[in-house]
């Protein structure tokens, strides 16, 4: 069928509108009843589309619909008839046939269906249409929510798509061949949007609360109407040009006039000073022909460089899949007036809409209330927005909204999916790879945001940008992602364009993520590993025999008879045949009781099958299987023997995980991974070595070819990351690539090379590397036509390695060794060696590692997996103890109870050497001791030389030297004790030894607690309560109760976040004093944009926060504190009984005891002077002095985390306001105690009742 020929249905239709008549339209009496005919149709079509066609040929939309719209407004079922049809004519075509087509046919209606859309979007620009589609949604919008009706809503999503459809449309590169700042259809378009005011109504939906469902259609009308645009033009529109871009372009014009005049001097010496009319015939000497001789040219001088073997050839043809893909963007200035309009539309929208529109589309996107790939306008606004507001007067709170972690985390979620559906829709890859693109400019144009926060001048946006990056360079997806993006380039689906963003991002992050560290001595970033296990599908093992078994009952039944079938009570008590808790059901749960059993008996373990047997009849009675309940010892005994003989059902066992060292690859094996997440410190060279790779090295050489037409910007970051690998990381033989060679040349001989300074500096750099190198290494120029690892790499500059040398290949075992293997392990197998394998090593002839021999070990089927040879633990040997163990262990302790090192003394003399965690669980189990404590070394305080009239000078000095030595011992045995139940417990040495080292950082950071801190403290509660803030210091205080208890209830520390349930506490929570106060305490401030509450850090220990909540009770006056003298005294001795394994620290303690003193003599000269009994009550009184200073200064208290930066400050400030007041301060506290530790603890849990009720 001809589609220009209109078939007859559809012509009477289309007649049956009306007609125009001049200006004026005329429509007929059936004009409603012909629109709705009309989609009728439309719904109908065929897989060509020939009733689009068809009205699209007819001009039905031109000459009928759009006089209609203007015309006929009042006649509302009209116009919403006719607004309905045109949203059906002008949807794009790619949304009609689904796809481009591949069909030559269907394309040619595809084709066609497109240039019927450029027709209507030229009839669209005029300001008459879009006025009455203005108003008519701005009538709509005056309608409250309760007083629209559901086609008032259609009609508002309708006129909505009908703008977005016409701004689809693509611009015909053939027929619109206009210059920049020339006006275009789409430019023509914009003005008729602005003149007619539907800008401000696209604006209004924006930002209005109640038109929020239209988001995602406001977003997509937007990012349609800057498709042409860039932020930067949008910026300079209006504006006069800067002397220094002036004088850029003046540069970019001199450059290509020494370029032309460099190749038009080149072809002059080319040719002869006299003409010839004959070309004349050459000889290239050193060029072979066809043949043997040289090649002969018959071509001019000049165009002998052109010259090459491949001269009339034909082209090869590449194939469609291998061709490099091809950049789709398109750039054009447009008329100065739109672009002054479109400047004034992004400032508005940036003020008063960017924020809450973003924040809906992102909740919508989340929430997955979008149509597929909406996220590409999300994408799309957030790089042009964010570009527009950095060059327009940068301000961080209008694009707030966007800037997050949260935002960071959402773009590179899609660019990995972006990946993975690149990879597995290869149908569709362009497109993926469109999707792709864009989100990579969005992140880049994240990173561009935080570093111009990072240049501002105001100090909250500059720490608001380090918080920011210190969450994306802790993260390891953040910080790999442009090394992953490198390293998987392709250039037959990425265009080069997606290449030159990745590559200035990367310079960009390198930047920042330098800077930032140069800035720190230890960055502490996040570090994933993933762990493979192994386990092995081992085959069934071959059953034993007949004669086997005979033989293995025989010593069974002997050895049971012999103990009389008597069973040891730890037998009795370990047989557990049944698991409640197992979701194995019970009759399979019986059968493999059976098979248990059979094994026991098997392996020659007698008292343990018959324990099993008997554990399994209490469990299942019925049916007598086990026997019945008054079964004789010999009945028994036949029973276990029909148990062997028979033949059970086996399931195939699993082995467990295997370490890494133990890790052997055996057949038929399955690889199971799992992440492991840590912390580790990073190291920046480190980072960028990872670059040092040839597929990441490869896509820079890839974007260097075109250097001529990269920006200066984009060839510095390519000479920048080159530079790194070849200068800094000493990698220049990366780069010895015949093809990198090539590029060098060409640069180097290119006229304008003077604009290329620093390539050319580069270039010059490597080349003459590579000729020093290649004078010492006769195989360098063979290299070239490689690219190289890392490993080639160090072959090359520290020489080859012979055949087999340097490699990692096991080396094959002969039958001679086999044998001496086989031999060894016979003779050791039952010699006890706690380690084998450790015993066999010295032994071989050849040297072999551990691995090796296990290896080896397992496929000789000398043991049967690769747990029976692992290496046996510290501490774990020895589990269970026996009666005459017990019975040494009570007289050694009997012994040495009343010594000052109960504990050493025993781990001295016990026979069965255990670890001291063992040894002291054994001891408080057997009632021998009630409390730990009691059992460690008791160090002597020297009270007796102080009583004794000691000045201070002579204290401190024959203190210092013993306080130092038992603060040493003391240290080297919980340091001791720490190890040995890390070795006994943990399964992992390496985590074992990350675990000690955390300990012992975080001993000795947490030594002691400043005695000025705590009367810092002190004072800062004080201040609180005259601020009227006591409510809120109980509050903390009872926080930090609660949180010590529950810690050593469920013995794990996790944070805990202070949430405010009151208004008072909520107030106070914003109170800078009440904050530093948080902070002197070490509670924490919310760390990144996910948190919101203080929290208490989980590196404090029970006692530290129970000495914090100590140290916050209510300030007193003096005459109550005098009132209780007493509680002062009996306070410090429950402290000194309950802290009595800690130790003080020297230096602090001499200035407590000094300000101690100097209070005490001025405050009591009278009574020293009247009698002598007052000095003696003086000496007295600084021993509890001195005890609750001890208690102050707990040697494990960690008040402080590392990261606490601010904390630390405020704290430092704090403590240097209060040592103008320490002594006062000191001798308040020796007046006005609190109440005693364990009476202010009963009060506090009352308090919490209270609350509670």
Known sequence: MDLFMMNCELLAT????????????????????????????????????????????????????????????????????????????????????????????????????????????????????????????????????????????????????LVRNVLHVPADPYEEKNVDDDASVHDKLLWAVHMSGLDDLLKFLACAQSEQQWSFHILEIISLMFRDQTPELLVNAGQMRSAQEKQKDM????????????????????????????????????????????????????????????????????????????????????????????????????????????????????????????????????????????????????????????????????????????????????????????????????????????????????????VIKSNIFYLMEFREIFLTLLRKFDERMQPRSFLRDLVESTHLFLRMLERFCKGRNNLVVQKRRVKRRKRSKKSLQTEPSAEDLEQTWQIVSQELISSGFQLSESLAEGAVPFDAASETPVNEQRTEALVKIQDCVISRSGPEALSLLRAARAVWPEGETFGSVEVEPEEELELLKQILFTKLPRSVPLDSALEEEDGVELEEEEELESVAVSETEFNFLDFIKRFANPAVVRPYIVLLRSYSQNSSHTNHCIARMLHRLAVDMKMEALLYQLSVFSLFNKILGDPAAAAYQEL??????????????????????????????????????????????????????????????????????????????????????????????????????????VKDLKKERKGTRIVLWTEEQEQELQVLFEEFKDSDDVLGNVLKRITAKRSRARIVDKILSMGLASNRRDLYKKRQRGAAGRSAGMTEEEFFDVTGESQEKDMDIEEEEEEEEEEEDKSEHDEDDNEAQTANSAKRGQKSMSRNISSEKIHSVRNMVQTLQQQGLSGPVLWLQNCLNRTADDREEDGVSHPVALVPL????????????????????????????????????????????????????????????????????????EMEEEEEEEEDNQELRAQALRALLLSRQRKHTSAESKDSPSCEGSSDSVEPSDRIEKR???????????????????????????????????????????????????RVLSDEEDEDN
């Open 251 to 466: 540069q970019e014009l001199e450059l290509l006039r020494q370029k032309e005049l460099a190749e038009k001097r080149s072809r002059t010496l080319l040719r002869g000073t006299r003409h010839s009319r004959f070309r004349g015939s050459y000889v290239i000497e050193g060029l072979k022909s066809v043949g043997e001789k040289d090649v002969i040219f018959h071509q001019g001088l000049h165009n002998y460089k052109n010259y090459s073997h491949d001269v009339g050839k034909p082209v090869r043809r590449v194939p469609k899949r291998k061709q490099m893909a091809q950049d789709s963007e398109s750039q054009r200035r447009s008329a100065l007036n739109v672009r002054l309009f479109l400047r004034e539309f992004c400032i508005d929208f940036l003020e008063n809409c960017y924020n809450r529109l973003m924040y809906l589309v992102k909740e919508g996107l989340i929430r997955e209330r979008a149509q597929q790939h909406d996220e590409t306008y999300y994408l799309w606004a957030l790089t042009f927005f964010m570009a527009f507001n950095r060059g327009q007067n940068f301000r961080p709170d209008v694009v707030s909204e966007t800037m997050s972690i949260r935002t960071f985390h959402f773009i590179e979620k899609n660019i990995t999916n972006y990946y993975e559906m690149i990879l597995t829709d290869k149908s569709d890859a362009t497109s993926w790879s469109r999707r792709m693109h864009l989100a990579l400019k969005a992140y880049q144009e994240l990173l561009l945001t935080v570093n111009e926060m990072d240049r501002s001048k105001d100090e909250n946006i500059r720490h608001s940008s380090s």
């Open 1062 to 1133: 009151t208004e008072e506490n909520e107030d106070a929570m914003e109170n800078r004093a009440f904050q530093k106060l948080l902070g002197m305490v070490g509670i924490r401030p919310p760390s990144d944009g996910q948190e919101s509450f203080w929290r208490i850090s989980a590196s404090l220990s029970v006692d530290q926060l129970r000495k914090l909540a100590v140290s916050l009770d209510p300030v007193e006056t003096e005459a109550e504190g005098d009132s209780e003298g007493n509680q002062d005294t009996s306070r410090a001795v």
């Open 14 to 161: 289309c007649s049956a509108l009306g007609f125009l008549e001049e200006d004026v339209y005329h429509k007929e009496a059936d004009c409603l009843e012909s629109v709705k005919d009309l989609i009728r149709y439309l719904r109908h079509e065929d897989d060509t589309r020939d009733i689009r066609q068809q009205l699209g040929a007819g001009q039905i939309l031109q000459n009928d619909l759009l006089p209609i719209i203007t015309q006929h407004t009042q006649d509302k079922p009209l116009f919403d008839a006719c607004i309905r049809l045109m949203v059906n004519l002008t949807q794009p075509a790619l949304l009609c046939f689904g796809k481009v087509p591949d069909d030559p046919a269907f394309r040619h209606h595809f084709l066609q269906v497109t240039s019927y859309l450029q027709a209507y979007k030229e009839a669209f620009a005029d300001e008459k249409i879009f006025t009455v589609l203005s108003e008519t949604l701005y009538n709509l919008l005056q309608l409250d929510w309760e007083q629209r009706a559901e086609e008032d809503n259609l009609l508002i999503e309708r006129v909505l798509l």
């Open 1192 to 1242: 102050i200064s707990k040697k494990r208290s960690r008040v402080f985390d590392d990261d606490d930066d601010d904390d630390q400050r405020d704290i430092s400030d704090v403590d240097h306001l209060s040592r103008s007041k320490f002594d006062r301060s000191l001798d308040s506290d020796r007046e006005s105690p609190a109440a005693p530790a364990k009476r202010r603890y009963k």
């Open 760 to 865: 050319v500096t580069f270039a010059k750099y490597v080349l003459k590397r590579f000729f020093v190198f290649a004078a010492q290494n006769n195989k360098a120029f063979v290299e070239l036509l490689f690219w190289k690892t890392v490993g080639a790499v160090r072959e090359m500059t520290e020489g080859y390695h012979k055949d087999g040398e340097g490699t990692k290949k096991k080396g094959k075992w002969t039958p001679e060794e086999e044998e001496q293997l086989q031999r060894l392990y016979e003779e050791h197998k039952d010699s006890g060696v706690p380690d084998i394998v450790e015993t066999l090593l010295p032994l071989l002839s050849s040297s072999r590692t551990r691995r090796d021999l296990v290896t080896h070990m397992v496929s000789m089927g000398l043991v049967d997996s």
